[in-house]
């Protein structure tokens, strides 16, 4: 039978590796490609104005390859379990595909959506890759658990196997027999939204420095591997967080949406690595793309994993509640430029490099202001253009020392750190231009500086630029001190009930390494 199929994207914004597509096309007589503007997922309150417009450069790019294919993408606005059965009744579908997607929200919204296709007659297919692996499977291989750490985790992955290899884009001749009946008024009915329609004023955005979609994901992906002896030799602790132009790849916001597949990416760096000496996880690109898989089994595996309360491997800690701070923070004006400047950064570009991710959440949670990482992830999920639920989550709670990572003593000190990597402070001068004319002795701690010296540089700190809202020396021995107390009822409730002890609960089978100790034995190196 030929059937008439919806293909639903939702992340997964491509063409090239993309099993749920080939599988509509497969005895298809009418394909419709649908995006569905869904409330829950993409809204003003929870996605800021660089996401939407990385999102939109993705649906044209999208719509601009359907076409291509003698296809075109419908955008269709509303909850997809009351926008599905009239797509269903109105198109005569009789088959639904989609990418798997593990996310707690998509899953119990495509539970939904897959009774409300049976109830209609309509067959579903989904297929996994967003992911390099299955999630369940790696789940499964560790005794119904999530790993714990990333060397348990790549054992795991060694009784599986490398993963596949990336299928092509379909071509013209896979649709020759294909049709999406579209009506004159598509742009309108169906066409992809503006900033402005979507109720967005664009005259406060910043040069987009890193359009949507999935030709740019490949082109810069090109680009990346053409760069061959880099990618042999990268390690991302070299690399650093406050260079003028990004160390790293910057594929993450398309790999978030689904432009670039994780697995032409893994295959990729694969070719470039064959026959030449190269750097090994967890430091190398490979590594970083194994982090991803880490969290994202994590996120599978660990009930409540974006939250503090109920999730059984994060430290309950009596994080303190401060708008002020939190505010402070959010808006670049703590007082301490370092942070301030990477908070500008992320707020104007919506990417900031990881270890200044490092740098600003160690500074919210347990280093300086001691507010709950919860408050951080939905900072970072508005204004990251790739705001991805398990990554946000697991690097939050490793910044704050509430999971995978514990050794809560070493705490990066917002002025030290970036000196380190940029002594000038150009990076400050750039993303803070009120202090560019601060001596580089003073730019990292510009309270310091004599009032001549402020003066001279056309800034005067209390007046022009914020006074340090917290003495970091001070503050962050003290919040170790509690951080020492947050671990010690941890230890003490756990020996009161073995079984519950997140070890125990998440089926780790013996004493790992940790990241942390395998990154500082490559420093030391
Ligand atoms: P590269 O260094 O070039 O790495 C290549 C790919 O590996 C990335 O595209 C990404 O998919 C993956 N990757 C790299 N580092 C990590 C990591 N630590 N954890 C998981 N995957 C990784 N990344 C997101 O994509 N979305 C988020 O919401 C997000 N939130 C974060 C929050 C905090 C507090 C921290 C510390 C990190 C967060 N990260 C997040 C992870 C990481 O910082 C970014 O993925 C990475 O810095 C993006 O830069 P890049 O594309 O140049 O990556």
Redesign the pocket.
Known sequence: MAHTCIHWFRKGLRLHDNPALMAALRDCKELYPVFILDPYIYNNTLVGINRWRFLIGCLKDLDCSLRKLNSRLFVVRGKPEEVFPKLFEKWKVTKLTYEYDTEPYSLSRDKTVTTLAKEHGVEVVYKISHTIHDMDRIIEENNGKAPLTYNRFRTILKTIGNPKKPIPAPAIEDTKDVKTPCSENHDKNDGIPTLEDLGHDTTTLGEEKFPGGEQEALRRLDENMARKDWVCKFE?PQ?SPNSLS?S??????Y??FGCLS?RT?WWRVTEVYQGKKHSEPPVS?HG??L??E??YAAGVGIPNFDKMEGNPVCTQVDWDTNHEYLAAWREARTGLPFIDAIMTQLRQEG?I??LA??AV?CFLTRGDLWINWEE?QKV??YL?L???WA??A???Q??SASAFFHQYFRVYSPVAFGKKTDKNGDYIKKYLPLLKKFPAQYIYEPWKAPRSVQQAAGCIVGKDYPQPIVQHEVISKKNIQRMKLAYAKRSAESAESPNQSPSKKQGVKRKAKSVIDMLQKKDKK
Do not use: C, I, M
């Open positions: 991302k690399t990004p790293t790849t910057v594929l993450s916001p790999v978030t994780a990416f690109l970083q793309l982090w991803r880490f969290y990417w490099h990881h991710r490092h959440a951080g970072f999920e990251l790739h705001g991805d990554l946000n697991g690097n939050w490793w910044l």
